[in-house]
């Protein structure tokens, strides 16, 4: 996952005073002012980019600690050099690097006609903590944003003591108060206060007032914020019901859980955007039509149940927090209108397509090491001119369901889109974040057909319920992305092709404007001391999923992700900022819904994390975790190199180090403990929970790295077959980059290749089917690939100590630059031999083979035929940079006993009765062309169909003896 820069969707409110000044003219120089209480700016910087009218990458300026006046520190933005097209910047204030301290409000923007403008320059305030950002000297004089003397937090630490931290000194001191009732005043002479007050209860409010002078105080709610981990708000605020909306008997239920909110009200809402009706016609709802007080009951939650209709209505929640009241949007919302604004009230009954059967998946994984996932982005599958469906489903979850489509040149045609998927043989698609996801603006997306920011991968997570609106036809009606979105699924599973869906609980598209942090603050997130959001994602915040609340919701939301739309997996984004325990909660709920449902993740994470190594879901607890499965990031650089390193070789391109071999052989065994593999620890263990792979949307596709390590024309396709020959050849779980079965590329327009194109055009990612006929030979080798590994079952073992016993490297003449292993079959099921040829001096790698045992050949240098190619023994010879695959030829399936067989005219006759069957695997078709009524001579066909040899038939014949003709002779009487 790479850190990504959004554009806000939500309007920040602000209470001004006064409306600034709005000047005529853009700025060319713009001062960015930023203070802080305590004066200290060492490493302080910010981030800032065009927002519009594009979206364009960002520089960071640095700020200097010695350049400060009344209003802080400041910095000079040359406008003109360094954005010359911005209308609207995005700015983030920040401390360090991206896992450093950010402050409040996240991704910020700043409309420039909005700023004063005088004689060419502008000025925008920050102030540490204040959301307000000043754009005038009206503004500053109505004390936009904040400067005066505040409190900056009140928090109750682990013992239950008050830490009060000021900006001044509050002269006249401070008052503390429970439930609105004054227990305690007192004074104090320092900005950070340590208050015990006796008989804390925290099912009670307790409120700060900070007296500064006569005419100025500050006062805030007491934070439980440090004690969210302690087992009494555990007992006391976990809260085991249903939440978000629910039907039950006649009434239409909303749940909430929000225990520290002094009030909470429903809004409910005709439409889903302010400014848009379902049909994305223009239509002003700015207010809601009802708004109703909600009931705490227990634990925390608030309550109202309503009686009428209210299907496919909208509705958002008003919190009252600290005296802050905030309209947010239900965390668990099933569905949103346009940019997700406003929940949908969701009938699911009425949504789904004709012929949707719930609980239905394909009926073609027994063990999880049948997965053969193909990573995908909806939009990659069908934008490309190349794609011939129809139009209005370009990009959409629609396109997805399109079957017949082709591209020809040269009265050559290939498959694209849905069939070329089922041509591959994949039984797995895993879909880039499909759920609601920021930065994309899905107004422009429907309503502009100039508008460019189409793309984003999709990390940025706003309503992990809810489908992303811009992959449906219409996003301002909630029902359609869900009809349309299961109509996708129906059409994979139609082509044997299972659902994976990559989801990012690890952190919220937003901070501290998050729905979130305003319903619970502090709570979702994990915080640092300094009450700003740790980042251990990379991306801002990081979610706690060790936290009750957290955890229900991950595991709440999977199961309504598994349930309602068929889904047969989930691939946790930066999996190890969740504690393995909610990970296994997770996988132990999917287990009961299908035990064949794959649950797997990256086991690292994007920046430093408070988040104990001892708990954390990463490669040291994979052992702790049931079924869980990671990614194999060791045979990943190993196989072509570091995605770290862009120049850096990998085995097949012949950097054949110690380190490299083994790490192939580490992906060939599945990730277990072997003999043999000694430089480094292993720790998948198990084949089930290995996800090998090379290439991923992360990183440079495998073309662009093989070319950037100067891999020559010639040799390009030879490695991208091998590449993944080594993948589809190893126990565990093999994983594709959709694409590299023709040798997907990034081109960065400059000579260059996109390794980050998170946000970049549709030009960039769009997989482009005029490549997989230019290099329908390498996808024909692909496809072959796929159909041996579904054939033989020895290469996905399910266990262990199967592979161990099962799995035997052989010796090759070319040390570290040829591998070969053999796996032993089961009864009546042939050995195979894998040997894979790296780069040897003598250009071939030579394997000596059992005596007295002839191979069948199914793949060699340009060519892969799943009925064999040749047959050898005693040796083989493998070209450089190929993969060998050779099955013992284990003979006939059956024996026919006698030549012919002879029986009297009216026996009854079983052609089965002359066969020996000597394989119980081959399926056996007898004819049954013969009357044994009618003396005569008949041929007995015998057709087996072995999985692993094919078609072959045997005869023999059947005599059956006595007279052709029956004659009756009748005295008809006479002389």
Avoid: C
């Amino acid at each position: 996952m790479k850190r990504i820069l959004f554009l806000v969707l939500f309007t920040l409110s602000i209470f001004v005073l006064q409306i600034s000044a709005v000047a005529a003219e853009l700025p060319e120089t713009l001062v960015v002012h930023y203070f802080r209480y305590d004066e200290t700016y060492t490493n302080f910087n910010f981030w800032m980019w065009e927002s519009e009218p594009s979206s364009l990458g960002g520089i960071q300026h640095d700020f200097d600690g010695l350049q400060t006046d009344e209003h802080g520190v400041y910095y000079e933005v040359d406008l003109t050099a360094d954005y010359p097209t911005a209308t609207t910047l995005g700015i983030i204030i920040k401390q360090g690097a991206w896992d450093g301290y950010r402050e409040v409000g996240g991704d910020r923007f700043i409309d420039l006609e909005d700023v004063e403008v005088i004689s060419g320059i502008g000025h925008v305030y920050f102030v540490e903590g204040d959301l307000q950002i000043g754009k005038s000297s009206d503004d500053l004089a109505n004390n936009i944003p904040d400067y005066r003397a505040k409190i900056l937090s009140a928090t109750f630490d682990a013992s239950q003591k008050i830490i009060l931290k000021t900006t001044h000194i509050p002269e006249l001191g401070y008052e503390v108060y429970e439930n609105g009732t004054l227990i305690l005043s007192s004074t104090t002479t320092s900005k950070t206060t340590t208050i015990t007050v006796s008989g804390i209860d925290i099912s009670k409010t307790y409120t700060v007032k900070a007296l500064f002078s006569s005419e100025l105080s500050s006062e805030v709610i007491v934070s439980l914020q440090n004690i969210y981990d302690t087992p009494a708000f555990e007992e006391l605020f976990t809260y085991d019901g249903t939440l978000g909306v629910s039907f039950e008997d006649e009434f239409t239920v909303f749940r909430l859980w929000a225990p520290l909110s002094q009030s909470v009200s429903l809004n409910l809402y005709n439409q889903g955007h302010p400014n848009y009706d379902n049909n994305g016609d223009l239509n002003d709802e700015l207010t809601p039509y009802q708004t109703t007080q909600m009931s705490k009951i227990e634990n925390g939650a608030w309550e109202i149940k309503l009686t009428g209709d209210y299907d496919f209505k909208y509705y958002t929640f008003l919190v009252n927090n600290n005296g802050v009241t905030s309209e947010v949007t239900d965390p668990y919302a099933y569905s949103t209108g346009a940019n997700g604004q406003r929940g949908m009230i969701v009938n699911f009954d009425q949504t789904n397509p004709d012929g949707w059967t719930y609980d239905s998946r394909p009926d073609t994984i027994q063990n999880l090491t049948d997965y053969i996932v193909y990573e995908l982005h909806v939009r990659d599958l069908t934008t490309h001119e190349s794609w011939n469906g129809t139009e209005s489903y370009r990009g959409k979850f629609m396109g997805l369901t399109e079957t017949g489509t082709t591209y020809s040149e040269d009265g050559v045609s290939v498959t694209t889109g849905l069939d070329h998927l089922a041509e591959l043989g994949v039984n797995a698609v895993q879909l880039l974040p499909i759920f609601d996801f920021g930065y994309v603006d899905e107004v422009e997306v429907a309503n502009n057909p100039n508008y460019q920011n189409l793309f984003n991968w999709g990390y940025m997570p706003y309503h992990f319920n809810t489908l992303e609106g811009s992959y449906a036809t219409n996003p301002f009606d909630g029902q359609v992305r869900i009809n349309e979105f299961k109509q996708a699924v129906m059409a994979l599973h139609d082509q044997d092709i299972r659902v994976i869906m990559d989801v990012v609980y690890n952190h919220t598209g937003e901070s501290s404007t998050s729905n979130f942090h305003k319903i619970v603050p502090g709570y979702y997130h994990r915080m640092i001391a300094d009450g700003g959001f740790s980042n251990g994602s990379g991306t801002g915040n990081e979610t706690a999923s060790e936290r009750a609340m957290m955890r229900k919701f991950m595991v709440d939301s999977v199961e309504f992700w598994a349930t309602e739309y068929n889904l047969s997996g989930f691939r946790f984004d930066l999996m190890a900022l969740h504690d393995y325990e909610t990970m296994n909660d997770i996988q132990a709920m999917l287990e009961e819904i299908d035990p064949t449902i794959i649950v797997y993740g990256e086991p690292w994470n994007g920046g430093t994390t408070p988040l104990s190594d001892t708990i954390a879901a990463g490669k040291d607890n994979i052992q702790n975790m049931n079924n869980v499965g990671a990614f194999n990031d060791i045979t990943r650089d190993a196989v072509k190199g570091s995605v770290f390193q862009a120049t850096e070789k990998g085995w097949v391109q012949g950097n054949t180090s110690s380190y490299n071999y083994q790490g192939v052989m580490y992906g060939i065994v599945g990730g277990i403990d072997f003999p043999g593999i000694t430089e480094f620890d292993e720790w998948h263990l198990n084949p089930n929970q290995t996800i090998n792979y090379v290439s991923a949307h992360d990183n440079n596709t495998l073309y662009d790295k093989l070319k950037l390590t100067r891999v020559t024309t010639a040799l390009v396709d030879d490695m991208q077959i091998q590449a993944n020959a080594i993948i589809l050849t190893s126990q565990g779980i093999p994983f594709l980059h959709a694409g590299v079965d023709f040798m997907r590329s990034k081109p960065d327009g400059s000579g260059g290749f996109d390794h980050n194109s998170y946000e970049s055009p549709d030009s960039v990612n769009q997989l482009r089917w005029d490549r997989k006929l230019k290099y329908k030979e390498v996808f024909e080798y692909y496809k072959t690939l796929i159909a041996i590994r579904k054939l033989y079952p020895q290469f996905r073992m399910n266990d262990a100590d199967d592979i161990r016993a099962n799995l035997q490297f052989l010796d090759t003449d070319a040390g570290f630059d040829g591998i070969a292993y053999k796996l032993t079959g089961a009864a009546n099921v042939p050995d195979v031999i894998v040997i894979h040829s790296g780069n040897p001096r003598s250009i071939l790698t030579g394997v000596v083979l059992d005596a007295g045992v002839t191979y069948n050949v199914l793949t060699n240098t340009d060519q892969a035929n799943i009925d064999g190619l040749e047959t050898i023994s005693g040796s083989a010879y493998v070209a450089a940079n190929t993969t060998m695959i050779l099955v013992e030829n284990t003979g006939d399936a059956v024996s026919i006993k006698e030549d012919s067989v002879t029986i009297s005219k009216g026996d009854t006759f079983d052609p089965a009765s002359n066969v020996n069957i000597l394989d119980e695997n081959a399926t056996i078709y007898y004819s049954n062309y013969f009357d044994t009524s009618k003396p005569g001579r008949y041929t007995v066909t015998v057709a087996v169909a072995d999985p692993y040899k094919g078609y072959k038939l045997y005869y023999y014949t059947l005599f059956v003896e006595g007279q052709k003709y029956d004659v009756v002779l009748t005295d008809l009487g006479g002389e």
